[in-house]
């Protein structure tokens, strides 16, 4: 039998070993969320580096850095209160009677499970689908009931009750849509922005899973079909998800970086050319370098990283809102996120078309023009 190292110590080296190995694991733990917090930061050096880069390649003294915090520090609209968008949903009562009345319908208990003290508690994308499943055998009942001829006073008094009951909630069903995506706890969740920016890996990554789960909520809502388990699925990815959030905190710091390398690249065209009579010149190099290797090969591509996941996801907010009966303040903080003419996705759209030009400008002075 082996016997461990430690049993030959003395009770004061034991000791030692022991808070040595604690402290060890101590300073990791310490360290640990600062490793996390510079990965999740890493899209700022980038920026920072070609900043940096651009500015130094112009000779320019450094960058506005107070002018980048501004921006940087600058409020979001936040997503509005489940309390603002929630439309309240009326329910017409079917005594017990009447739902005894019933039992040869499955309706009945469908009824029952509603009444559950779980069926109390349903999430908003619960309760439609309860209530397309209501108004399906409630469909499916009536016929039961208009052919009941031995009791017609009685069948009658309980389809009127049936078929109006079906009227009200069908009437209701554009509200229960709207209740169950734009004021359900999972879109609350993926508008949130209590997240951090995208680093550069994480834009890299296309969640397929969520635009999948997007499309299913689109057909359920408007060609609703009825898969409890997709269905359920698919909004557990929502509810897992914070993504539109990050990328509109990742728009904000890429038009706030931008804001500012325009500073820099305006600074610079305001003076002497870069190149006599457009003949390339050792500092232009240099400027080439800059622009090839860390806007292009860095800056750039993240933008069409960012870029092309906010187009899917923001056009799939916009397609889900259009014909629905919205909120005026959902309407309020979309229309300064997507719609609007100075919304975030038009003065990040803006501000690398801008961006372009600039550098369009600059190089044109040398002879090369970007695309």
């Known amino acids: 039998m082996r016997i461990p190292f430690?049993?030959?110590?003395?009770?004061?080296?034991?000791?030692?070993?022991?808070?040595?190995?604690?402290?060890?694991?101590?300073?990791?733990?310490?360290?640990?969320?600062?490793?996390?917090?510079c990965e999740k930061q890493s899209i700022d050096k980038v920026f920072d580096n070609y900043l940096y880069r651009l500015s130094n390649s112009l000779e320019q003294d450094g960058f506005d850095t107070v002018f980048l915090d501004q921006h940087l520090s600058a409020l979001l609209?936040?997503?509005p209160s489940?309390?603002?968008?929630?439309?309240?949903?009326t329910s017409p009562n079917i005594n017990l009677i009447e739902f005894l009345k019933l039992s040869s319908c499955e309706l009945q208990r469908h009824i029952g499970k509603r009444n559950s003290s779980l069926g109390r508690f349903m999430k908003q994308s619960q309760i439609l689908l309860y209530n397309y499943e209501f108004i399906e055998l409630a469909k499916q009942c009536l016929e039961?009931?208009?052919?009941?001829?031995?009791?017609?006073?009685?069948?009658?008094?309980?389809?009127?009750?049936?078929?109006?009951?079906?009227?009200?909630?069908?009437?209701q069903l554009d509200k229960m849509r709207w209740n169950a995506v734009f004021a359900s706890e999972e879109f609350v969740t993926l508008f949130s922005?209590?997240?951090?920016?995208?680093?550069?890996?994480?834009?890299?990554?296309?969640?397929?899973?969520?635009?999948?789960?997007?499309?299913?909520i689109y057909r359920f809502v408007n060609k609703p079909v009825i898969d409890a388990e997709s269905i359920e699925s698919a909004y557990g990815v929502i509810a897992s998800s914070k993504r539109i959030g990050e990328l509109r905190l990742s728009m904000q710091r890429i038009v706030s970086y931008l804001l500012v390398a325009d500073k820099i690249l305006q600074s610079r065209l305001s003076v002497r050319p870069l190149c006599f009579k457009k003949r390339p010149s050792r500092q232009f190099a240099i400027v080439q370098a800059v622009f090839t290797k860390f806007y292009i090969g860095e800056v750039q591509a993240y933008?069409?990283?960012?870029?092309?996941?906010?187009?899917?996801?923001?056009?799939?907010?916009?397609?889900?809102?259009?014909d629905s009966v919205t909120k005026p303040e959902f309407d309020r903080f979309w229309g300064q996120v997507f719609t609007n003419e100075n919304s975030e996705w038009q003065l990040f759209n803006k501000a690398v078309l801008n961006h372009t030009k600039q550098w369009q400008k600059l190089l044109a002075q040398c002879g090369s023009m970007p695309s």
Do not use: W
């Not at 997240?195 to 899973?209: D, F, G, N, Y």
């Open 303 to 322: 933008i069409a990283k960012i870029h092309q996941q906010s187009k899917i996801l923001l056009e799939n907010i916009e397609l889900l809102k259009k």
């Open 144 to 171: 039961q009931v208009s052919f009941d001829k031995d009791n017609f006073s009685e069948s009658k008094k309980l389809y009127d009750i049936l078929s109006a009951t079906v009227v009200s909630k069908q009437s």
């Open 77 to 79: 609209p936040r997503y």
């Open 82 to 89: 489940r309390r603002e968008l929630i439309y309240e949903i």
């Open 193 to 216: 922005l209590g997240t951090q920016s995208l680093t550069m890996k994480e834009a890299s990554e296309k969640p397929e899973t969520l635009y999948v789960s997007m499309e299913k």
């Open 6 to 37: 430690q049993f030959f110590m003395s009770g004061s080296a034991l000791l030692e070993h022991f808070f040595r190995k604690r402290n060890v694991v101590l300073c990791l733990l310490a360290v640990l969320p600062l490793l996390l917090s």
